[in-house]
């Protein structure tokens, strides 16, 4: 069965035609009506005109669908021609001084090597033009993949303990990318602000201390976009209870709760975070697998998980794809969204994880849409947004 491009019109014939896709085959349609299963990339009445149909593969399908996206990193979205350029521009120094090289270097070894190049990449960051550009180059790599609107995770403390940088001028870089994201590409980004758990590997006198002041931050940015409190850094060695204050602290002041949990450490993680945190959506969350109360429970409550296929093949989470959960955690009635994490640091895109779902996980294309439509339902926007973002992608 394959998806089928249709010209349409408006019926005011005052805005130009949009093309939006539908299903060829009619058993796939609710009933008569065509429009109840288009999926739509633009707001307006509108009515179908078959004229010309050909034939869009299912490649083709999910590259233009529209898209959002609930768990990437910002530091990890720098493109190695980015970072060779803000290396030169502070005279820091990397392991490589070309292009090839850094792709080479970013390629992960263990989980140690991945922090080294976090650290690395935030020591080239330093002004308020540096954080618009990154946030701008992202949003541009959004508007090609059709991702429309994205929370992505950012790590104050590293920025201000490695590198000395105020909130002033990382918040104002990242105000000024995001707008201009937003006026150039139509393209939304909110933030997640996380406490980085291992914060004395980033030159912090202990986690107390990051802790304390992204909560802080991240209250301060409520009305430039945070949306969040998130847990990133080392699972292992380090679980959520420790951090249950500065969580009661954000969602008293009217953040919501996205923790790391269940991809280094096991279902207690995943416990811990719901439990001690108050999670309303879990970073990865794949190892919750382990535990079929815990599947259960997940199921039960509708808390979804935010699965980043490819990241836990390389951080060794998974031996395989073939030995990946993400098929039986939704077949267990998990809600499962599609994210990429740090998409340069693992030579991936969300365009190409979801890719995956037909390709490894056996997902026809309902339940794609349905995966795809997870994350707009799930994410942290205000509700009548929600609505209105659904039936902007999907009519």
């Known amino acids: 069965m394959k998806p089928v491009v249709y010209t349409l019109s408006y019926l005011n014939n005052d805005k130009p035609a949009a093309l939006h896709t539908c299903l060829q085959n009619s058993s796939e349609f609710r009933g008569p009506s065509v429009i109840a299963r288009t999926r739509n990339f633009l707001l ?33 979205s720098i493109q190695p021609e980015t970072l060779l350029a803000l290396a030169k521009r502070h005279r820091v120094d990397l392991p490589a001084e070309t292009v090839e090289g850094l792709r080479a270097w970013y390629q992960f070894q263990d989980f140690h090597h991945f922090i080294e190049v976090y650290v690395k990449i935030t020591e080239c960051l330093k002004t308020v033009e540096d954080f618009e550009l990154i946030v701008h180059e992202f949003g541009a790599e959004m508007a090609r993949q059709n991702i429309r609107y994205a929370e992505v995770t950012f790590s104050p403390s590293s920025h201000r303990w490695i590198n000395g940088i105020h909130q002033d001028t990382y918040f104002t870089g990242l105000t000024r990318g995001r707008k201009r994201v937003k006026d150039e590409y139509g393209v939304e980004i909110n933030w997640v602000f996380d406490i980085v758990r291992n914060a004395e590997h980033a030159g912090c006198e202990s986690y107390q201390v990051a802790a304390d002041y992204t909560t802080g931050v991240a209250i301060d940015g409520m009305q430039d976009g945070v949306v969040a409190l998130g847990l990133g850094g080392l699972e292992a060695g380090y679980p959520p209870a ?39 959506r879990l970073g990865h969350g794949v190892r919750a697998i382990e535990d079929p ?95 209105q973002m659904e039936v902007e992608f999907w009519g």
Do not use: Q
């Open 293 to 387: 109360d815990l599947v259960a429970y997940l199921a039960e409550h509708r808390i979804p998980i935010e699965i980043n296929p490819t990241s836990n093949i390389r951080l060794g989470v998974y031996p395989s794809m073939e030995t990946h959960p993400l098929r039986r955690l939704y077949d267990a009635g998990v809600i499962v969204t599609v994210n990429s994490d740090d998409p340069p640091l693992f030579n991936t895109t969300l365009t190409e994880e979801i890719a995956l779902l037909p390709d490894v996980f056996d997902c026809d294309l309902d339940l794609i849409n349905e995966i795809l439509l997870n994350a707009v339902r799930t994410s942290f926007l205000p509700g009548d947004r929600r609505k």
């Open 242 to 280: 420790p951090f249950a204050p500065w969580f009661d602290r954000a969602r008293k002041a009217g953040l919501h709760s996205a923790p790391h949990a269940g991809e280094l450490a096991g279902p207690e993680s995943i416990w811990s975070a719901i439990r001690d945190l108050g999670a309303e």
């Open 44 to 76: 307006g009445t509108v009515y179908i005109v078959p004229t010309c149909p050909f034939p869009m593969s299912l490649s083709d399908y999910i590259r233009t669908v529209p898209k959002v996206e609930l768990h990437v990193h910002l530091e990890g």
